[in-house]
């Protein structure tokens, strides 16, 4: 569950930091529209959110897929391999200036790279539906297939993020400049609602368990191919539609204080703004901060499947965290205004990096609360909620605090690029850590097999066929889970002494510091 939530939250977190930067001039544009209403712009609101929430439908399915490997038991370092599917969001700052710049006049600047990408999107669900059954193993004994899932999976999360970018180009002159504050909102809402559907309403449906005890079906309601193909469908006839329907027309008004500086000038901004040296220090920092949270954040959750925990409930448990995670952010916002908005982020971080041992805890006691049916009573489910619930709080602290600091020094003349950019870094500093811990997890795992004299070891699977071939059972002694966690907490701790000083340093910096225009220099 910690996993998939980080995947959306990585994506939320863009939006958010757009609505720190443009916090005064959002709320302007907002009491404005509700003053004279959203009058033409109201279509234009309606298709910013559907074309959001088409956006998140293939996010939230590619959060389920590793909680499908798990039950079938594929390895972690399986999981390590799909976990790089996510990454196409954390990078897409490399092909970013490429949508902005190049694109046919006769189509429409964004529709030139919106259309082809949701055609793309549809066209590989239709395609996968028919096969995404053998690819996991479902109908044959063969193990799930997952190089070409992760394959699959990086490029629709490669043409969500390309579409992301169109739609987010597209958000400031379809709009008009009292109406341009819904921006925002159409992308936390319609992306978040996508997601949802992809992820927690598909593992639900999709799960027969749930559908019997909760909805009076015999079986479930969805499969993930006949999923795919519906989606697939919609992608195509709404493209379709948009294409033919919608026409672009570029706002200048709004635009003007994003200038466009073409592909080359764009990739020139980036380097100048790399070549300052608060930006390294903070780059390193970002980079390096969440390395003590890896275990906890990416192997929580499937470690909860492993203990018999059933993934649509884990999914389900989403519901009344979703809310928290889009409202709390506002709250803590309140603390960060001022000179010193990085200091929730210190606050939080030793009360986060303890949850790893709480999360821990959670895992190693969680058989003792399975019943014999196998299932797990309601009150441990209300436990695991309240755990997360205020691990979200130290979390947000942390993530509210980045935002506001990154909104305070990024130079306003190229603002869209400067925030892009650091936010990329704040993903990577993410996704790197979470794939060392999946990938590693299982070498740090020893199981030895009892029940059989000349077999002493399970820890390859050559071993463990033999031992269960002799009648023989595997036994875990030491879990790599509870050995990274305890590692990766301590180095957390470890690295609290260099991070926060740097921290402090840089937050102390004057604006100056970090321009790189020759207007604001």
């Given at each position: 569950m910690t996993s998939r939530r980080k995947v959306t939250n990585s994506h939320i977190n863009d939006e958010f930091a757009q609505v720190l930067q443009q916090h005064e001039e959002g709320q302007k544009g907002h009491n404005e529209a509700k003053d004279e209403g959203l009058g033409s712009d109201r279509g234009n609101v309606l298709l910013l959110l559907f074309l959001y929430v088409l956006q998140g439908i293939p996010l939230g399915l590619a959060g389920s897929i590793p909680?499908?490997?798990?039950?079938?038991?594929?390895?972690?370092?399986?999981?390590?391999?799909?976990?790089?599917?996510?990454?196409?969001f954390s990078i897409k700052l490399l092909w970013a200036p490429l949508v902005d710049s190049l694109y046919i006049n006769k189509m429409g600047r964004r529709k030139s790279w919106l259309v082809p990408a949701q055609y793309l999107i549809g066209f590989f669900m239709l395609l996968l539906s028919s096969v995404i059954n053998d690819l996991l193993g479902?109908?044959?004994?063969?193990t799930p297939n997952v190089v070409f899932?992760?394959?699959v999976f990086f490029a629709l999360n490669f043409l969500a993020a390309t579409q992301d970018i169109a739609v987010d180009g597209w958000a400031l002159t379809i709009l008009s400049r009292n109406n341009v504050g819904w921006a925002s909102t159409c992308n936390?809402?319609?992306?978040?609602?996508?997601?949802?559907?992809?992820?927690?309403?598909?593992?639900?449906?999709?799960?027969?368990?749930?559908?019997?005890?909760y909805l009076g079906q015999k079986d479930s309601l969805v499969t993930l191919p006949g999923f795919l193909y519906f989606w697939g469908i919609i992608f195509c006839i709404t493209t379709t539609a948009v294409w033919l329907l919608k026409h672009e027309k570029d706002n200048l008004e709004v635009t003007v204080d994003d200038p466009d500086f073409g592909l080359v000038g764009t990739y020139q901004i980036l380097g100048r703004i790399l070549k300052l040296r608060p930006i390294q220090d903070l780059i390193i920092v970002l980079l390096t901060c969440k390395i003590g949270f890896a275990a906890a954040d990416s192997l929580t959750g499937l470690k909860l499947i492993e203990s018999g925990v059933p993934k649509d409930r884990l999914a389900l448990?989403?519901?009344?965290?979703?809310?928290?995670?889009?409202?709390l952010p506002f709250y803590i916002s309140r603390y960060t205004a001022g000179p010193k908005p990085l200091n929730p982020f210190m606050v939080g971080y030793p009360l986060r990096l303890l949850f790893g041992f709480v999360f821990a805890g959670i895992v190693w006691i969680t058989p003792v609360f399975k019943q014999d049916d196998g299932s797990y009573p309601f009150y441990y489910y209300c436990i695991i909620v309240f755990i997360y619930l205020i691990h979200q709080v130290f979390a947000n602290c942390m993530f509210v605090g980045v935002m506001a600091f990154f909104a305070r020094i990024s130079d306003s003349s190229v603002g869209g690029t400067y925030m892009t950019l650091l936010n990329t870094f704040?993903?990577?500093g993410g996704n790197w850590p979470a794939w060392i811990a999946l990938r590693y997890v299982s070498e740090l795992t020893w199981k030895s097999c009892s029940g059989v004299v000349n077999i002493l070891s399970c820890n390859n699977k050559h071993n463990e066929e033999a031992c269960e071939s002799e009648g023989g059972v595997c036994i875990t002694d030491i879990d790599g889970y509870y050995v990274e966690s305890v590692?990766?907490?301590?180095?957390?701790?470890?690295?609290m002494k260099w991070g926060l000083k740097t921290i402090k340093r840089i937050q102390?910096?004057?604006?100056?510091?970090?321009?790189?225009s020759k207007r604001n220099g």
């Amino acid at each position: 569950m910690t996993s998939r939530r980080k995947v959306t939250n990585s994506h939320i977190n863009d939006e958010f930091a757009q609505v720190l930067q443009q916090h005064e001039e959002g709320q302007k544009g907002h009491n404005e529209a509700k003053d004279e209403g959203l009058g033409s712009d109201r279509g234009n609101v309606l298709l910013l959110l559907f074309l959001y929430v088409l956006q998140g439908i293939p996010l939230g399915l590619a959060g389920s897929i590793p909680m499908i490997l798990q039950n079938r038991h594929v390895s972690y370092k399986d999981q390590a391999t799909f976990s790089l599917s996510f990454w196409p969001f954390s990078i897409k700052l490399l092909w970013a200036p490429l949508v902005d710049s190049l694109y046919i006049n006769k189509m429409g600047r964004r529709k030139s790279w919106l259309v082809p990408a949701q055609y793309l999107i549809g066209f590989f669900m239709l395609l996968l539906s028919s096969v995404i059954n053998d690819l996991l193993g479902e109908d044959s004994q063969h193990t799930p297939n997952v190089v070409f899932i992760t394959c699959v999976f990086f490029a629709l999360n490669f043409l969500a993020a390309t579409q992301d970018i169109a739609v987010d180009g597209w958000a400031l002159t379809i709009l008009s400049r009292n109406n341009v504050g819904w921006a925002s909102t159409c992308n936390s809402v319609g992306q978040t609602a996508g997601y949802f559907m992809g992820y927690v309403v598909f593992l639900a449906l999709e799960s027969k368990d749930f559908c019997i005890n909760y909805l009076g079906q015999k079986d479930s309601l969805v499969t993930l191919p006949g999923f795919l193909y519906f989606w697939g469908i919609i992608f195509c006839i709404t493209t379709t539609a948009v294409w033919l329907l919608k026409h672009e027309k570029d706002n200048l008004e709004v635009t003007v204080d994003d200038p466009d500086f073409g592909l080359v000038g764009t990739y020139q901004i980036l380097g100048r703004i790399l070549k300052l040296r608060p930006i390294q220090d903070l780059i390193i920092v970002l980079l390096t901060c969440k390395i003590g949270f890896a275990a906890a954040d990416s192997l929580t959750g499937l470690k909860l499947i492993e203990s018999g925990v059933p993934k649509d409930r884990l999914a389900l448990l989403s519901i009344p965290l979703t809310p928290v995670q889009v409202l709390l952010p506002f709250y803590i916002s309140r603390y960060t205004a001022g000179p010193k908005p990085l200091n929730p982020f210190m606050v939080g971080y030793p009360l986060r990096l303890l949850f790893g041992f709480v999360f821990a805890g959670i895992v190693w006691i969680t058989p003792v609360f399975k019943q014999d049916d196998g299932s797990y009573p309601f009150y441990y489910y209300c436990i695991i909620v309240f755990i997360y619930l205020i691990h979200q709080v130290f979390a947000n602290c942390m993530f509210v605090g980045v935002m506001a600091f990154f909104a305070r020094i990024s130079d306003s003349s190229v603002g869209g690029t400067y925030m892009t950019l650091l936010n990329t870094f704040t993903n990577l500093g993410g996704n790197w850590p979470a794939w060392i811990a999946l990938r590693y997890v299982s070498e740090l795992t020893w199981k030895s097999c009892s029940g059989v004299v000349n077999i002493l070891s399970c820890n390859n699977k050559h071993n463990e066929e033999a031992c269960e071939s002799e009648g023989g059972v595997c036994i875990t002694d030491i879990d790599g889970y509870y050995v990274e966690s305890v590692i990766l907490v301590i180095f957390g701790f470890l690295w609290m002494k260099w991070g926060l000083k740097t921290i402090k340093r840089i937050q102390n910096l004057p604006t100056s510091a970090w321009t790189v225009s020759k207007r604001n220099g």
